[in-house]
């Protein structure tokens, strides 16, 4: 039930129902004024825990935004720059929201906690007031009233009459406070529907107007969330793969930790005591020791491996001589003896075991015998990037594309591994790897065949990228921009020998029809980045390094499948600059000769395998008589600069090529007969009869042939040659500098750069 109302009518007669009903409003006011009270105090603990909470997510966005992520390595993945700055980014939603809410705050007081308290104050102080007055004025009628009536009727009639006037002047202002009161109680009841409720209404939309900012903030930060899941997967599917592969490295390193040694400037390096004389006596000290062979260079480190800190400063001396320590002449075992050039006396030095200190005489030429430990743990294995490796991966292509195209988990599920065996050792039976049929049985599962064609690349003497273009392919991977990976990796690919070019070529046309087809095989472009990159792109040192840049491995299979068409069927806008070219002279010299594969691109000519042998070696025979007889009569009869002589046993050897086995060695020797590092005479377009050989023949060479300028060249040294597009050469032949030729211009002999010519 609702409040009786208040009649003006009813306070001159001041009846006991008129006070109930007057006494009901007055109690609604109290209860009012009691809640209005403890909800201004519930609304200011609700400001200050506000505030609290804002502070605390301040400081936590804080410490989001100064945290930075590290990988490994000394670049990031897409993936990686994304996560990293995932924390700035959530530090910045975090203090916008905070933000909003400060605002929130500071409308708090002026929405919701002034408006009650001047609505407490003004509106119900004002009828407590009221009340006060109300209450006086009633004491002071009833006062008079009851005075005026015990007067004496004997009073003088003027006494009497004035006595009149004071209680109706009484009663008159008793009537006009009673009035005023009642108008202001109710005034009261009805303000507090709007005055009291207004200013919570406005809080709440204050409120509502915070959470609807963080909604917009929700929004702005949806594609960011999207991209970051996506990076978020990716990193951690590349996690479980590297984890697996760093994991295995693990178990071969606790089973053999000297066949996987890092590649390090120092002959040998390691932990070794160094026997140091005190007043009192002797005592062994523990240092890391380094040694140069080159400079012999012995560097000394003390270093307590408990602590993690230096014992003192390091010192260095130059070798004279190492020589072991027999061991009935010292107690300690391991022993060896080290005499310097700049240092009295000699140094006794202490190894951790037997092997440790045949390894370090070894290394500093000492009196023990020298063992060979740098194991060759690389496969021998027998595929080639000839006919036969061809048609292998063209059948396994063609079943795959034909038969399993749609397989779910394609090239990421593998098949059992003696059945592969079986099939690559059918396929590459050469009574049978040469017939025209392209298809494989339907006997052999999908995932067989996939696999045999992985296997098959792993089973080359190097990665179908070479080991000499890992790291540039890796570095092109690690550029900023999409747009200078693509360039990057569409010049280096036209490094590439032309069938290490042709092969990756036919096997990226194929895995971005794989792709194309992701909705039913799952096998997205990233996917069989992760299944080939570590295949193609393997680095010639298995290190926990090398395996944290897998990562990038994958972004360029992922490159090359996405942009295939332009990077395999155009030319590459800029040639190598000569910086380029010179690095990679460098490396080369300092690195083992490049096997058949690693041939540069003009190197190699694909031979038919339909003729017979015969017509080969008749073919051979003549083409090699005829280059003989021309390059003798060329030099006998040039008055340009001196060329190299064809002697007797060059002569000789150019007889003898054809009739060499069909296979070469896996790692010939600069100097032997069988090192492909002359070029092919039978390019496709040279006027010479061009030689049809077998599906594995081995390359024949011509020693002096011209050649054409596909690039512009400026020489950096004295021994090159500058070029322009188009330039003819005279008498170029190999240079002993790998990846360089020799030719002559202008009556000028000097270097070419291999890439930038082709054979005439």
């Known amino acids: 039930m609702g409040l009786p109302a208040l009649e003006f009518s009813e306070c001159c007669l001041d009846s006991p ?48 935004n100064e945290f930075k992520f590290r990988c490994i390595g000394d670049a990031e993945t897409d993936d990686e720059i994304c996560i990293a700055k995932s924390l700035q980014e959530f530090a910045t939603v975090l203090r916008n929201l905070e933000d909003e809410r400060m605002r929130m705050i500071e409308n708090a007081s002026e929405v919701l906690i002034t408006p009650l308290e001047k609505f407490r104050k003004e509106q119900i102080g004002a009828a407590k007031d009221a009340k006060k007055k109300y209450d006086k004025e009633t004491e002071k009628y009833c006062g008079v009233l009851e005075k005026h009536l015990n007067l004496s009727s004997k009073k003088k009639e003027s006494q009497l009459q004035e006595a009149d006037s004071q209680v109706d002047l009484v009663r008159q202002h008793f009537y006009e406070v009673s009035l005023e009161y009642v108008f202001k109680v109710q005034e009261v009841q009805e303000r507090k529907m709007f005055e009291f409720v207004e200013p919570l209404l406005a809080f709440l939309q204050g409120l509502f107007t915070f959470y609807h900012h963080g909604y917009e903030l929700a929004k702005d930060f949806s594609d960011f969330k999207t991209e970051l899941t996506i990076s978020i997967q990716n990193t951690r599917n590349r996690f479980e793969g590297t984890r697996s592969e760093v994991e295995s490295l693990m178990k071969k390193m606790k089973e053999n930790p000297h066949e996987h040694k890092n590649i390090s400037p120092y002959t040998m390096e390691g932990y070794l005591y160094v026997q140091e004389k005190r007043h009192f006596g002797t005592s062994w000290v523990k240092h890391y020791c380094t040694y140069q062979r080159e400079s012999k260079r012995i560097t000394m480190v003390p270093f307590d491996q408990k602590s993690g800190a230096k014992g003192g400063e390091d010192e260095a001396v130059i070798l004279k001589s190492c020589t072991r320590r027999k061991t009935d002449s010292i107690e300690k075992r391991f022993c060896f003896d080290v005499e310097a050039v700049d240092r009295p006396g000699v140094i006794t030095m202490q190894a951790l075991s037997e092997e440790d200190r045949r390894l370090w005489m070894e290394a500093m030429d000492g009196r023990e015998p020298v063992y060979n430990s740098n194991k060759d743990n690389q496969s021998e294995g027998t595929a080639q990037l000839d006919n036969i490796g061809f048609s292998i991966i063209k059948k396994c292509i063609h079943a795959v594309e034909t038969r399993g195209i749609n397989e779910q988990g394609l090239y990421r ?45 792993r089973m080359l003497p190097g990665p179908l990228m070479m080991y000499q273009f890992q790291r540039s392919f890796i570095k092109a991977a690690k550029l900023e921009n999409q747009e200078s990976r693509v360039s990057e990796i569409h010049s280096l690919v036209h490094r590439l020998p032309e069938k290490n070019r042709q092969m990756l070529h036919l096997l990226m046309n194929h895995l971005a029809k794989v792709a194309n ?18 295949t193609l792109l393997r680095p010639q040192e298995e290190t926990v390094a090398a395996i944290m840049d897998i990562k990038f491995q994958n972004i360029v299979i992922e490159i090359l499948i996405e942009n295939h068409e332009k990077i395999f069927n155009t030319v590459p806008e800029t040639p190598p600059s000569n910086s380029q070219l010179l690095l990679s002279r460098k490396k080369s010299t300092d690195s083992k000769p490049p096997s058949c594969s690693e041939r540069p691109l003009t190197l190699f000519h694909t031979a038919q395998p339909n003729e017979k042998q015969e017509n080969r070696n008749s073919i051979i025979n003549s083409s090699l008589e005829s280059v003989i ?60 009869p061009t030689s049809s050989t077998s599906s594995d023949s081995s390359p024949i060479s011509s020693p ?56 005439l």
Not at 30 to 55: C, M, Q, R
Not at 517 to 534: C, D, E, I, R, S
Not at 729 to 752: A, M, R, Y
Request: a neutral charge; glycine letters at 4%; charged letters at 20%.
């Open 17 to 64: 129902q008129f006070r109930e009903r007057l006494r009901s409003h007055e109690a609604e006011l109290e209860k009012t004024n009691k809640f209005i009270k403890e909800l201004i105090k519930d609304g200011k603990s609700l400001v200050a825990a506000l505030k609290n909470l804002s502070a605390a997510k301040r400081k936590f966005a804080d410490s989001l």
């Open 413 to 457: 599920i593998v098949g059992v591994n003696s059945r592969v065996q079986k099939l690559l050792s059918i396929l590459m039976d050469p009574k049978t790897a040469t017939e025209t049929e392209t298809e494989i049985c339907a006997e052999w599962e999908i995932k067989t065949i996939t696999s045999a064609l992985k296997t098959y690349l």
């Open 517 to 534: 087809n992701h909705k039913q095989n799952l096998m997205t472009v990233a996917n069989l980045g992760v299944v080939f990159g570590p």
């Open 629 to 688: 007889s021309s390059n003798v009569n060329s030099f006998l009869n040039s008055n340009s600069a001196p060329q190299p002589s064809l002697n007797s046993s060059d002569l000789e050897l150019e007889v003898i090529k054809p009739n060499r086995p069909n296979s070469l060695p896996q790692n010939p020797s600069p100097t032997s007969p069988l090192s492909p590092s002359w070029p092919m005479f039978s390019a496709p377009s040279s006027p010479m």
């Open 704 to 759: 002096l042939r011209k050649a054409r300028a596909l690039y512009a060249c400026k020489a950096e040294h004295d021994s090159e040659l500058s070029f322009t597009a188009g330039t003819v050469f005279d008498n170029v032949h190999p240079s002993q500098e790998p990846g360089w030729l020799e030719g002559t211009l202008n009556g000028k002999t000097g270097l070419i750069p291999e890439n930038y010519v082709e054979f």
